[in-house]
C-alpha cells in the first residue's frame, strides 16, 4: 500500500513491544468482531465484500439521475454526508463544473435562508433528492426535506416520487416509514456500521457516482486497504503505527491533534476525519481533540499559536505527491515584487518548500510530528485513505480502551433542544 508515515520522535517508542502486542490482538479482535462495539464492524470488511450488483445499482440509480436532472440536492448531516463531500472536494476541479450533476449539499445545518436561496437557485433547473439519514430522525436534515420535499411536489406534482431517493435504516425510523408511504426508491444504511464509517456504503457511493467520479477505482482503493492495513504486521502497517504514535503523543500529554495540508483540496477529507476521530475516541473524559489547518493559509491565523502557544499539539501533516496541474513562476522584466529569486520554481515546489521549513519551525517549538503522505488525488488513492483513517480509529480507539462505535455524547444536547422545543415526549 502507498501511505507512507513518518515520525519526528524516536521510532522505537512508538514500536515498543506493548503497543504491538495490543495492536495485534486488537487486529484479530476486529477480525473476530469481537470487543467493545462490535456490532458495529460491518465497515471492516464492507469493501471485500461489496458486490459487482450493488456497484452497479449505484452506477445505474447515478445514470437514470444524470440523465434527469441538472442538480442533486444531497441531504444530510454528520456522516450522512462528510464522507461524500470529502471525497468530492477532493477530486473536483477548483472551479470547472464535474462531469455529472451538480451536487449540493442541504441538512447539514439550520438556515431558512440558505433553503429559500437554495429552493430560488433550482428553480429554473431539474432536480432530484437524495436525503440520507441512518437513523430517519435527525432533526436538521428532517426539517430540510420537509421544505424540500413539499418544493418538489408542488413543482413536479406526482412525478416528484420519481426523483427523490431515500438512504435509510432498512428496519426502522420515519423516514423508512415516509419513503415507504410515498413510494420512493430506497437504499440501505446497513445497521451494522455507523454513520462517520458509512462513506462506502450508498451513503456515498451514490452522491459521489452521480456527481461524476469512478466509485469502482474508489473501492478498488478501500478494497486493497482493508486487504492491507487489515492484515500487515507492524513493521509495515502505517494504520498501526499511526495508531500507536496518537497514543504515545497522548499519553505525554500532547492532547490536541492539528491535520495540517498544503492542499486544500482535502479539506473535506479534514472535515470528515473531525468527526471519525472525534466521535470515536472523545468519551469517558479521554481522547485527543481532532483539529485542522490548511497551508499556508493558516501560518497567516494559527501559526503563531502552534509556533510558541501552550505545548499540548502535536501535528500529523497529509501530503499529497503528486498534483493534477500547476504553475511555474517566470521572470518578470521588472522585478517590482521582488520574486525573481523563485523563477523557475513550481508552486506545487514552493508548497513542498513551506512543507519542510513550517515543519522545521514548529519541531523547533516543541510541536511532535507525523506525516502521512498520498501519492495523489484519485479515487484510487482517496478510497484507500479513507479506509486507511477508519482502521486506524478503530486501532487508536481501542488502544485508549475506548468503544469506538457508539456516541453517547451527542444525544444530551438534542435532548435540552426537544425539551425547550417542547417535543411531545420530551
Ligand atoms: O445519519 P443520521 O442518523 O441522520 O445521523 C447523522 C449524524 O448525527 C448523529 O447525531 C451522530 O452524531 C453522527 O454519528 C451521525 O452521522
Redesign the pocket.
Known sequence: MTIQLTYSGNFEDISSTSFQEKLTQIRENLHQKVGAGSDFLGWHDWPSNMTDAFLNEMKETAQKIKSTSDVLIVI???????GSKAVMEALSSYFKASSGVEVIFAGHHVSGEYLANLMEYVNDKEVSINV???????T???LAFRFLQTYMEKRYGVDAASRIYVT??AQK?S?LHLATEKGYQRFE?PANV???Y?VFTA?GLLPIAAAGYDIQELMRGAKNAEAFYGTADFSNNTAMQYAAARNFLYNKGYEVEILATFDAKLSFVQEWWK?LFG?SEGKEGKGVFPASVSYTTDLHSLGQYIQDGRRFLFETFLNVQKVQTDLTVFEAENNGDELNYLAGLSLQEFNKVGYEATSKAHLDGGVPQLALTIEKLDEYHIGELLYFFMISCAYSAYLLDINPFD?PG??DY?TNIFKLLKKPGY
Open positions: 444530510g448531516i454528520g456522516g450522512s454526508y462528510l440520507i439519514s441512518k437513523s430517519g430522525t435527525t436538521e436534515p428532517a435509510t435504516d425510523g423516514l444504511v455507523g454513520g462517520r458509512s451513503v468527526q466521535e456516541q451527542v444525544e438534542k
